[in-house]
């Protein structure tokens, strides 16, 4: 057998290869794209750099350091309620204190939450761009992972 057929065979197997190689990242690429798109339905801060939402969670955790401040405040400020303090007006008066420091400590309580969810929307989302990538390493990732 000549040389020449030998490299013509060898040539057309290795392009062969080559080819099924290409077709299955072509369609492992597409799968991992679908999958990636109904695993993050709604992802607000997607165009935000990696940087500034790292920023933006160190900014929301020691906001929320604060806000429990706050919330832990309201609270050692609740009113305990007298059983009778004589006159009807007497009793309305403690009750609007009452309502206005549970109003306080509802909204102290409403802040820590909204800054907890708003910190774990971040995590997700941090997360999300550690499995999935971020720049080439995305769709090399999309491209590699089965």
């Known amino acids: 057998m000549s040389l020449r057929l030998q490299a013509g065979r060898a040539t057309g197997s ?5 080819v099924l190689l ?4 072509v369609w492992n690429y597409h799968r ?3 999958i990636e798109k109904l695993s993050g339905e ?3 801060y997607e165009s935000y750099a990696v940087a ?6 160190a900014a929301y955790a020691s906001e929320l350091y604060g806000v429990r401040a706050r919330f832990d405040a309201a609270k050692r400020k609740r009113i305990r309620p007298k059983r009778d303090v004589g006159s009807f007006s007497d009793n309305v008066a403690q009750f609007q204190r009452t309502a ?3 109003a306080a400590i509802r909204d102290a309580a409403a802040g820590v939450a909204d800054r907890q969810d708003q910190i774990a929307e971040l995590e997700r989302e941090l997360d999300l761009r550690e499995r999935f990538g971020v720049g080439l ?3 090399v990732k ?5």
């Open 100 to 102: 206005q420091t549970s």
């Open 137 to 139: 390493m995305r769709h």
């Open 52 to 57: 500034d939402v790292e920023a933006l969670r």
């Open 42 to 44: 709604r992802r607000p």
């Open 22 to 25: 290409s077709g299955a990242g």
């Open 142 to 146: 999309r491209l590699t992972t089965i």
């Open 14 to 18: 290795i392009l062969l290869l080559l």
């Open 32 to 34: 991992n794209l679908q």
